[in-house]
């Protein structure tokens, strides 16, 4: 070596780590310092060498993960996180600062991965003969479901908990033959006293102080705990860390015939004691013969805190990536800093938190952690004392602190040079277009679609879901239901890079891959409410070159479905989707005929379809019959005006004739099917009572006529159980206001509740408490006070009628006038204008 020899041995620097551990990171900066290796060998996939300049651009901010995928099948993926206090991430970064080689090591991806689609095939074959079924770090050692590579694989060299201080834990034999884990960190805590492995190992490593002892101590310490652990538990079995750590020694012996000695190897720990073992050079060959291999293809991504943080999938495994970013980056007096911190996020949330609370939250996490024998306070002290001094014991601001800071929500950049798939760096150029950046924090964006930068916003991330691509969420707008508004929930996640590398194979732009992909789901739909969704992903993802393919799809599947259920379900996606085509400029004259087409076909088989049904069957039948209603009702508009949404001011042209003008008027037809509905005795009656209400929302069946329909349900005659469903039918889904507004209705059904017989009351009662419980509060007081005093008493009165309390005996035009201004102000009307609408 370069440095001192003293407190190291002879061959190799063996540094074994936590990954991810603040202390582990301190440490290995110090031993390489102390030794100045002429080449560093780090644990990670081989093929990622190339990759390792890159490190150190400057547009490299970690966190980040190396990411492997399967080119014949990207989904087949495997991660390797790396932070700012990970270890391995120092190690790359003393190498390239001192101009000194860094390789990884570790057994290459193309085996890893080719090991996890193995693991699934075995999976399916039903082979369950107790063999281990992990992934390459044995993560799934004892549990009962069998791996998914696209999932639990990824971390391919994450810790499985967050006491493991290397990647692996070992398992002690079991005469039952099945492996029980152990953990190293509870046994070595144990050993020495503590219930809580964290706290130990906080103790003995993250609260060490560097440069005042020998930097190579921790690292001797550390493998001669895991030698004693493997001696005691063997390696549980596990063939497959015998062929990884077959394969970094071999890596290792050809660093030591170029560079002798001066080789330095950072590791997980548990691999230390392998590593110094003396084996043959071809029993470990021999290990590595036969291996499955698949082409993979490397590079680096980003990563986030909160992925760290997670325990599976592709965390990391850590509970507190912030809290130890922040160990690793405080140059000094790393709980003052930290208390300043959450002051900070306190205040910006609102929350009065002066220099006072900092100052006492911080003696008494020193007090804490002089009461419990620490050498320092660690997070449970800290935690503790901003719950006390900053929180009054409360945690619901404290799990603020949680989210926000010892778990955090950063994410890492990578170069634009890093290799990609050319899917991706299609994106990448979308995004920087549209100036739309990925975060990891959640947040809502409000996109104007008549704007084109926000329109092209509303198309790529369209685009992204019909890829499977969940970057954005689209969610309900506030204080608008036009649709030249749309609100989206964004949140970037690290897995969405596998997803861009398996959309790949659609395309290489986002445009050709989101197209490909429409086509082939449209062939591929199960349903014809599933083409339907599709036609309307088409047209906000503005895919015109799919379009007609979807077209032709729904025409042949409408054509064919006789199912009425089916063809109501379908019609309000696709009449829904008639609403875009003004305000992102799209024809949709074929659609509106589809539309018409199928709306006609429903006008027709609705009313058979409607008899004989039971009780659940009619309720879903009723939810059919009022989405119908809706569509119809757009689609009535899109027929008479060729409109698609009178909300955007200037869109589209009045004049012009709509597409489906040849369609006569589909309202009218429509109120004849509910007429018809009402009036037949062997429909359910919670779908008569709909159809009534409908047609006196529409204005097309009079107060009397509905009171005498309902009085005529109501009659002595009728089941009381189909009396309470036409009640739920016509007052339900808030028609409580029809009750409140004309006594008549809510004089016949106090009367005829009075009259249901005791025996038949228990039978209607759940369907009346569920009509009325859904009506808002102030709606059921109302009903309360009309219902005390006697609604039948003053039939034809209203709920503005004297006598109510709150309500005056006529209107007050004093009070009435004063709003005018405010009204004015409101509108943006001059007098006369509001005298116009007023009138």
Not at 141 to 147: A, D, S
Not at 314 to 335: C, E, K, M, T
Request: proline share 7%.
């Amino acid at each position: 070596m370069a440095g001192t020899e003293e407190g190291r041995g002879v061959g190799p620097l063996l540094l074994g780590v936590r990954h991810h551990g603040p202390g582990s990171a301190r440490a290995v900066r110090a031993a390489l310092e102390a030794a100045r290796p002429r080449v560093v060998l780090i644990e990670g996939p081989p093929e990622a060498d190339a990759l390792i300049p890159l490190a150190a651009d400057e547009d490299m901010r970690p966190p980040v993960a190396l990411l492997a995928h399967a080119v014949d099948e990207p989904g087949r993926s495997a991660f390797w996180p790396l932070a700012e206090f990970s270890p391995e991430w120092v190690a790359i970064r003393w190498a390239l600062e001192h101009e000194v080689p860094a390789r990884f090591i570790d057994l290459p991806a193309t085996h890893t991965l080719a090991w996890g689609k193995e693991d699934v095939e075995e999976a399916v074959k039903g082979d369950e003969d107790g063999d281990e079924k992990g992934d390459a770090e044995g993560e799934f050692t004892g549990e009962e479901q069998p791996p998914d590579p696209t999932a639990e694989t990824p971390t391919a060299e994450t810790p499985s908990s967050s006491e493991s201080p290397s990647a692996e834990s070992p398992s002690a034999p079991d005469p039952s033959g099945t492996d029980i884990r152990v953990d190293p960190l509870a046994v070595l805590a144990e050993a020495a006293g503590y219930d809580d492995p964290e706290r130990w190992w906080e103790d003995v490593v993250e609260h060490r102080g560097v440069g005042e002892r020998d930097a190579f101590a921790p690292f001797t310490a550390l493998e001669e705990a895991m030698g004693a652990l493997r001696e005691t538990y063997g390696v549980g079995g596990h063939d497959r860390d015998l062929v990884r750590e077959a394969y970094m020694r071999l890596q290792v012996r050809a660093a030591q015939r170029e560079f002798e000695d001066d080789v330095a190897v950072v590791c997980g720990a548990w691999h230390v004691p392998a590593l110094r073992q003396r084996t043959a050079v071809a029993a470990d060959r021999a290990l590595l013969k036969g291996l499955p291999k698949v082409k993979a293809d490397l590079t680096w991504v980003p990563w986030t805190h909160r992925r760290l943080s997670r325990a599976s999938g592709y965390g990391a495994g850590i509970d507190s990536p912030g809290w130890y970013g922040h160990l690793f980056g405080a140059p000094d007096r790393p709980v003052e800093r930290w208390m300043t911190k959450v002051a900070g996020l306190f205040r910006e949330e609102d929350r009065i938190v002066s220099p006072a609370h900092v100052i006492e939250a911080v003696r008494l996490a020193e007090t804490l952690a002089v009461m419990r024998g620490r050498p320092l306070p660690g997070l449970g002290e800290t935690t503790d004392a901003v719950r006390a001094v900053m929180c009054e014991g409360s945690d619901v601001p404290l799990s603020l602190v949680h989210d926000r800071l010892v778990v955090g929500d950063v994410l890492g950049e990578v170069p634009p040079g890093a290799p990609a798939v050319p899917l991706q760096r299609d994106l990448d150029r979308s995004q920087r277009r549209l100036r739309i950046k990925p975060e990891a924090l959640e947040r809502e964006v409000e996109l104007d679609l008549r704007k084109e930068t926000d329109a092209g916003r509303s198309r790529l991330l369209h685009r992204l879901r019909l890829l499977s691509i969940e970057w954005g969420e689209p969610v309900a707008s506030r204080g608008s239901t036009g649709t030249f508004r749309e609100t989206w929930r964004l949140r970037w996640e690290p897995e969405l890079a596998v997803r861009v590398a398996e959309a790949g194979v659609w395309g290489t732009t986002v445009l050709a891959a989101a197209t490909a992909k429409a086509e082939a789901d449209a062939i591929g739909a199960q349903s014809l409410a599933d083409v339907t969704a599709l036609a309307e992903h088409c047209l906000l993802a503005e895919l015109p070159d799919a379009l007609p393919v979807v077209m032709k799809v729904l025409a042949d599947r409408a054509a064919l479905d006789t199912d009425v259920g089916h063809l109501a379900q379908a019609l309000p996606a696709l009449v829904r989707s008639l609403r875009y085509g003004d305000v992102r400029g799209t024809d949709t004259g074929a659609l509106t005929e589809v539309a018409a087409g199928l709306a006609e076909r429903v006008f027709v088989g609705l009313p058979p379809a409607c008899a004989a049904l039971d009780t659940d069957a009619a309720e879903e039948m009723r939810r059919h019959v009022d989405a119908v209603h809706g569509a119809v009702a757009l689609l009535g508009d899109a027929s008479r005006t060729g409109h698609g949404d009178a909300s955007a001011p200037g869109q589209g042209d009045a004049s012009r004739p709509g597409p489906g003008s040849g369609h006569g008027d589909l309202r009218d037809r429509w109120r004849a099917v509910l007429r018809t509905l009402s009036a037949r005795d062997t429909v359910p009656g919670v779908i008569r009572g709909r159809a009534v209400r409908l047609l006196l929302d529409e204005g097309k069946l009079g107060p009397e006529e509905a009171a005498r329909l309902m009085g005529l349900v109501l009659s002595p005659g009728t089941p009381p159980a189909d009396a309470a469903a036409w009640i739920e039918g016509f007052v339900g889904g808030g028609g409580g206001l029809l009750l409140v507004h004309d006594e008549r209705l809510l004089g016949l059904v106090d009367e005829w509740l009075t009259r249901v017989p005791a025996e038949a009351f228990t039978d209607v009662l759940p369907l009346l408490r569920r009509t009325f419980s859904s009506y808002e509060p102030g709606v059921r007081r109302t009903l309360g006070e009309l219902v005390r005093r006697g609604p039948g008493k003053q039939v034809g009165t209203t709920a503005t009628a004297a006598g109510i309390p709150g309500f005056g005996a006529e209107l007050d035009a004093g009070r009435a006038d004063a709003v005018v201004p405010v009204l004015r102000l409101l509108l943006g009307l001059d007098d006369n204008e509001l005298v116009g609408v007023a009138g």
